[in-house]
């Protein structure tokens, strides 16, 4: 087991000693008796986890979570303050833009002097130099001053010498935010690749969509401590709502639902027993209306539907129990595959649909009606909320992740591809 951890921290702490006047320091230093002039800060406290062999981790947290200190930590930049921090294998890190990199001198003498710090001799970068050069594509520029590149070159040429130098560990920390496009998705090819290979990747972003997508764990940081840590989906479901609504999402008891959960409205058409309570859900919000039970159906049937191919037009059904006035209420939900990406979602601002002011005990229920996409063949789940206010400017009162599970399954070899979206009908392919 202790030959497949590749990085190892235990009770790492990181302390910055913070004066309130450059005088203080000096006086500290002097005094007959150590009297502190200063106060203690805790870029990080009792930072404890492990990562084994071929394992991508994702960090996520809001700026100043300590994410960029501890990577600098992991890769020698920055020393702890206490605990111990254990690295097997060589490591090449992507910090922040530039890091590393000599401003005066060319991009050329920069990928060599990267590169022996690494401990690669020069006759190994000469059999490198082309494969880096070709990946970075930055042309004639590489025979320029670094200080002259733009944020992109930077990036581009770092991530080039990171990724060519066949390294045990990746470290990238939010640097490909400010690469183009075409570039960006050139790295996650090459990331991809790196998982393919077994590497151990350590990846910083405040995409969420990026983490659950690379990543086979996931760490929340706050305030320089886990937060969380654990599978991608429960972490990032927990982050996003701390940073959209500054409240953490908690497992719901069935008994702790309203008294009032026996109050609900019927669809005429649909049997009581097809609907599904979203009382073990996960959810967050004040709770001024609750959302208590989904159904998912196809238009004119009125029974549930949780294996289908799609392609038809549905309809996603939402009972919201009210627990006090809300004015300018908003309904919608998430469709997310089975990693937590965002797939596709509708509510009734964005689509012009005034549901009118909410009274204390009102039962609702709304219904969305649309064409469901063909997808790829996997799980979905649907994830709906209620909010007070407008798109911009709302207090959410109610948001259920995961509330009702379905599955897309078809013998289509289109929907086999690894694409979200399967195109069947009207289309032509000609030879010109």
Known sequence: M?????????????IYKLYDNPMDRLKEAFHPF???????YFALADIDFSIGR??????????????STLLQIITGVLSASCGTCIVRGKISALLELGAGFNPDLSGLENIYFQSSLLGFSTSEIDAKISEILDFADIGNFVRQPVKTYSSGMYVRLAFAVAINVDPDVLIVDEALAVGDFRFRQ???RRIRKFQEQ??????????????????????????????????PSDVCKDYISYMTYGEVAIATDEKSQSEKSSVVVSCPEVDESEWVSVANCVSFGTMGAEIKRVLF??????????????????????????????????????????KG?????????????????????????????F??????????????????????????????????????????????????????????????
Request: charge should be negative; charged fraction near 25%.
């Open 371 to 432: 064409d469901f996409p063909l997808l790829a063949i996997g799980n979905y789940s649907f994830s709906p909320a209620i909010a007070e206010g407008d798109l911009f400017d709302n207090i959410q009162q109610h948001w259920v992740h995961d509330a009702y599970i379905i599955k897309i399954a078809n013998n289509d070899y289109r929907s086999r591809l690894g694409d979200y979206l399967v195109i069947k009908d009207n289309v032509e392919v000609r030879i010109c």
């Open 341 to 369: 990406v965002k797939i596709l979602g509708m509510n009734t601002f964005v689509e012009g649909i005034n549901v009118g002011n909410f009274k204390k005990d009102d039962s609702k229920i709304i219904e969305f009606e």
């Open 297 to 338: 159906r196809n238009k004119g049937e009125s029974q549930k539907i949780t294996v289908f191919e799609g392609g038809v037009r549905v309809i996603f059904s939402v009972e919201i129990l009210v627990n006090k006035d809300i004015d300018s209420p908003i309904v919608g939900f998430h469709l997310c595959d089975g």
């Open 2 to 14: 202790l030959d497949d951890t590749v990085v190892e921290i235990h009770n790492l702490s990181k």
């Open 34 to 40: 150590r009297k502190k002039y200063h106060n203690e």
């Open 186 to 188: 050139k790295c996650l």
């Open 198 to 231: 077994g590497k151990t990747i350590l990846f910083v972003s405040h995409d969420t969509g990026s983490v659950l997508e690379f990543c086979s764990h996931a760490i929340w940081l706050l305030d320089g401590k886990i937060c969380k840590s654990g599978s």
């Open 54 to 67: 071929g394992e991508v981790v994702g960090i996520v947290g809001k700026n100043g979570a300590g994410k």
